[in-house]
């Protein structure tokens, strides 16, 4: 088994995160490669996303502005390894450093399973340089899971569908 920092197994390093959205896996998938969507959910409790942009298409590009409470900036990247319509999502996440140069980067891949109206969601997030990294991730995606299941919520009731 391959290992990394520390010894600690790369299996270890490994964040998975399962939710059930009542929205059907269009409306799921719109929402995680649409910039206007993305605005809306992607982001932890408290931060806003001035800036999104991106092309969700196989060697499409995304960057992303998060910003925090304090009004201060986070910025990531990524490249859209493989996307297969309403069904999978696969991306490098790379987060900026202050002086521009590339940070930390991680594997996400996202999964979406028809549950007949409902969707199941599975984001495996590979990578990971430490369990502190994995763990603050796992933090802040399960907000964002949050904000996506209020975002779907709305537009189902606007009549949405995709």
Not at 45 to 74: L, N, Q
């Amino acid at each position: 088994m391959a290992q990394r920092n520390n010894a600690v197994p790369a299996q270890a390093l490994e964040l998975t995160l399962t939710r059930v959205y009542n929205a059907p896996c269009s409306l799921v998938f719109a929402c995680w490669t649409e910039n206007r969507h993305l605005k809306e959910w992607s982001a932890p409790h408290g931060f806003t996303m001035p800036h999104a942009e991106g092309k969700a298409e196989p060697g499409g590009s995304y960057r992303v502005c998060m910003k925090k409470p304090d009004g201060s900036e986070i910025w990531l990247h990524g490249i859209y390894k493989e996307v297969v319509p309403n069904r999978k999502l696969v991306m490098t996440h790379i987060w900026e450093q202050e002086d521009g140069k590339p940070g930390e980067e991680t594997l996400v891949t996202a999964l979406f399973e028809d549950l007949s109206g409902k969707t199941r969601v599975t984001l495996i997030q590979t990578g990971f340089e430490s369990m502190a990294s994995r763990d603050g991730h796992g933090e802040g995606w399960s907000e964002c899971f949050e904000r996506l299941e209020s975002l779907l919520s709305k537009l189902s009731n606007m009549g949405i569908k995709s």
